[in-house]
């Protein structure tokens, strides 16, 4: 799949970010290697074949849940910068 420049520059904008003309057209051309990748994967006949999960995740590794109690919360928001309703409370990021 081939990823234009145009969507790029869609994404970039949605995103607010400040690309410029060098680093749209890496961005594109590794985005399109990617979905060649996938659509390679796509293709793989896998049926009939099983997924073996202890590969990815050691069970006897993990611990047991435990409950803790918790901070005292007059201690936690003694160093905020600014708290509401028992809540350390930060300036907007977003729009």
Do not use: C
């Not at 290697?33 to 049926?47: P, R």
């Amino acid at each position: 799949m081939e990823i234009s420049i145009e969507l790029i520059e869609r994404m970039a904008e949605w995103s607010k970010l400040d690309l410029d003309q060098e680093e749209k057209a890496a961005l594109a051309d590794q985005l399109s290697k990617i979905f060649e990748q996938l659509e390679t994967i796509e293709k793989l006949d896998i049926d009939g074949q099983t997924i073996d999960y202890s590969a990815t995740v050691n069970w006897e590794a993990l611990r047991e849940d435990k409950a803790y109690p918790s901070m005292n919360i007059d201690l936690i928001l003694k160093n905020a910068p600014d708290t509401h309703e028992n809540m350390i409370s930060l300036p907007r990021v977003l729009d």
